[in-house]
C-alpha cells in the first residue's frame, strides 16, 4: 500500500472549534491562538466566517480578528463567506486583512443546507457563483466545503451520489479544492471512503480533503482510510474543538493532536512541532476550562508532568 509521504493540515480551530461555543471567547484569544498555531508550524489556518452574527454570534468579531493576526510568511489564512455580503466584509473594512482563502459551504443533504443557511442546495450554489468568480478576479483561493456527506441530522444517510452532485455543481462555478465534511462524525472508514470517491469523481486527488468530525470516534480510522485512498489534506481542529451550531449532537473535530501523533508514528511529514501544539491546545483549554479532547495531547501532556 503507498501512502502519501506528507500531508496538508488546514487548522480550524479558530473557526470551526469555536463557533459553537456558547461563551463569548474574546477577538485577543482568537488572535493569540492563531499565533500559537502558526508557531506550532501550521501553515493553513482558518481564521473565522463571515456569516450572520445573529446566526453565529461567536464569529461576530470575524473582522477585528482577522485585523490582530499577525502574518507569517508562508502561512495561508482562510475564512468562510457564504454570500457575497460575507465575502465584501471579508474584503472590504480598510483594517481587514485579506484572506489567502475563503470557503463557500455547502451540504449534501437539502434538510440541513436550510437549517444551516437558509436556502435549498441549488439557491446555495447561485450565492455562490459571484463570490467565487469575485474571489478568482482576486486571485483569492476558493475552496468548497460540502456537509453532511455521510449522514444529516435530519436525513439519515446520505447516498455518495449527492457527494458527487454538489461536487459537480461547486466545479461548475469554479471552485477550486473540495472538503468533504462528516458534520456529524457517524461516519464509519467504508462509508467515508464512498463520499470522497464520490468527491473523487468530479475533483482531482490533489484537490479533496478530509473533514472529519469524532462525535463517535471514528475520525482517526476515518483519515487513516482517506490516507489509503491517498487523499492527503484534511482539516483538523486543535484539542478537538468543533461543531456546527446548525448540527445538533455532533462534537468536535478530530484533534490536530491526534492526526499529528498518528502521521509522525508513521513517518509522514507535516512540518509542525507536536509539543508547540500541545501547548496551544493547553492555551484554549486553559481559556475554555475544558480538558482537551485530544487522547494524544492528554498522554503526551501526562507524560511531560510525570
Ligand atoms: P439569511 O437570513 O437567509 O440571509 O441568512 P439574508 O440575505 O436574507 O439576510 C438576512 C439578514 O442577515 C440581514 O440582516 C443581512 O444583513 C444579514 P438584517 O437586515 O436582518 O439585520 N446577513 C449577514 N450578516 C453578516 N454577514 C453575512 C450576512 N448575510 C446576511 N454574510 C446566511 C443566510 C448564510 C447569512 C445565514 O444563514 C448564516 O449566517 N448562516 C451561518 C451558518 C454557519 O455559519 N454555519 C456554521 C459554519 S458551516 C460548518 O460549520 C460546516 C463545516 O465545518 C463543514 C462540516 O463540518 O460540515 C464547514
Ligand atoms: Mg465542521
Keep these: 500500500m503507498t501512502l502519501p509521504t506528507k500531508v496538508k493540515l488546514v487548522e480550524v480551530g479558530p473557526r470551526d472549534g469555536l463557533q459553537n461555543e456558547k461563551q463569548q471567547v474574546p477577538a485577543s484569544v482568537k488572535v493569540e491562538l492563531v499565533h500559537r498555531l502558526q508557531d506550532a508550524g501550521l501553515t493553513e489556518i482558518e481564521v473565522t466566517s463571515f456569516v450572520s452574527p445573529k446566526w453565529v454570534p461567536q464569529m461576530a468579531d470575524n473582522a477585528t480578528v482577522m485585523a490582530g493576526v499577525k502574518r507569517k510568511s508562508g502561512v495561508r489564512y482562510s475564512v468562510l463567506t457564504p454570500n457575497m455580503q460575507g465575502f465584501e466584509a471579508a474584503i472590504t473594512a480598510p483594517s481587514v486583512q485579506w484572506p489567502d482563502e475563503i470557503v463557500v459551504f455547502a451540504a449534501a443533504s437539502e434538510a440541513f443546507s436550510q437549517r444551516n443557511i437558509n436556502c435549498s442546495i441549488a439557491e446555495s450554489i447561485e450565492r455562490f457563483r459571484p463570490v467565487v468568480a469575485a474571489a478568482l478576479a482576486k486571485n483569492i483561493q476558493v475552496r468548497g466545503a460540502i ?22 455543481l461547486m466545479k461548475d462555478i469554479g471552485v477550486q479544492h473540495i472538503g468533504v465534511a462528516d458534520t456529524i462524525g457517524v461516519g464509519t472508514p467504508l ?22 468530525h469524532d462525535t463517535y470516534g471514528q475520525a482517526v480510522a476515518n483519515t487513516l482510510r482517506s490516507l489509503e485512498v491517498g487523499i492527503w489534506q484534511f482539516d483538523t481542529s486543535i484539542a478537538g474543538l468543533g461543531g456546527c451550531p446548525y448540527a445538533k449532537g455532533a462534537t468536535g ?40 479532547n485530544s487522547r494524544a495531547a492528554k498522554a503526551l501532556f501526562n507524560k511531560r508532568m510525570a
Excluded at 147 to 165: F, H
Excluded at 257 to 284: C, K, N, P, S, W
Design 147 to 168: 456537509s453532511c456527506t455521510v449522514g444529516c441530522p435530519y436525513e439519515g444517510d446520505i447516498a455518495p451520489k449527492s457527494v458527487a452532485l454538489v461536487a459537480r
Design 253 to 292: 473535530n478530530v484533534a490536530t493532536e491526534d492526526v499529528v501523533y498518528m502521521l509522525h508514528g508513521m513517518g509522514i511529514e507535516t512540518g509542525i512541532d507536536l509539543d508547540r501544539l500541545i501547548d496551544a491546545g493547553q492555551f484554549i483549554s486553559d481559556f475554555l476550562q475544558r480538558p482537551t
Design 191 to 212: 462509508k467515508v471512503q464512498h463520499a470522497l470517491e464520490a468527491a473523487l469523481s468530479v475533483y482531482d486527488i490533489n484537490s479533496v480533503s478530509g473533514h472529519f
